[in-house]
């Protein structure tokens, strides 16, 4: 049960983050003048993984044991659920976000901008998703 609340609390946070991202944070984008943009995107970046590497590496742990060792009562379809939400995210971090990141680090660029906020918005449901997931996880071997 312990595995299963730090997984909700993690994948927790990590939804709250993205939304914080994407409703807050990618929107004063445009708002920066673009002599100082190379610099303020390159210090975003920076400053985001020290919140984002925590929060990813600890579900990739949690979401690694439930897969190896799912508790008793803990539906698979929830944990194979989770895992893929995961891998949505980890996978539009990786292939998308980062490179328009890197794209932003030479100037603001209004199309990258754009497609980032949409692939932004895909992450944030994603992990929404993986919440939902963990959440029925949690309730499943709770009342069972």
Not at 10 to 26: D, P
Not at 62 to 79: D, H, I, N, S, Y
Request: aromatic share 8%.
């Amino acid at each position: 049960m312990t595995l299963l609340a730090v997984h909700l609390a993690l994948t927790a946070a990590y939804a709250g983050f993205q939304w914080t991202v994407r409703a807050l944070v990618y929107p004063q984008f445009a708002e920066v003048p673009p002599a100082a943009f190379p610099a303020y995107e390159h210090a975003h970046q920076r400053r985001v993984t020290r919140v984002v590497g925590p929060l990813f590496a600890g579900q990739g742990v949690t979401t690694l044991w439930l897969l190896a060792a799912r508790p008793p009562g803990a539906p698979a379809a929830a944990v194979v659920a989770g895992a893929v939400c995961l891998a949505v995210v980890l996978g539009i971090t990786g292939l998308l976000a980062v490179p328009l990141h890197r794209r932003l680090d030479r100037g603001f660029d209004g199309a990258a901008f754009a497609r980032l906020l949409r692939v932004d918005t895909v992450r944030a449901l994603a992990a929404t998703a993986g919440t939902l997931a963990a959440s029925w996880l949690l309730l499943a071997t709770a009342s069972g």
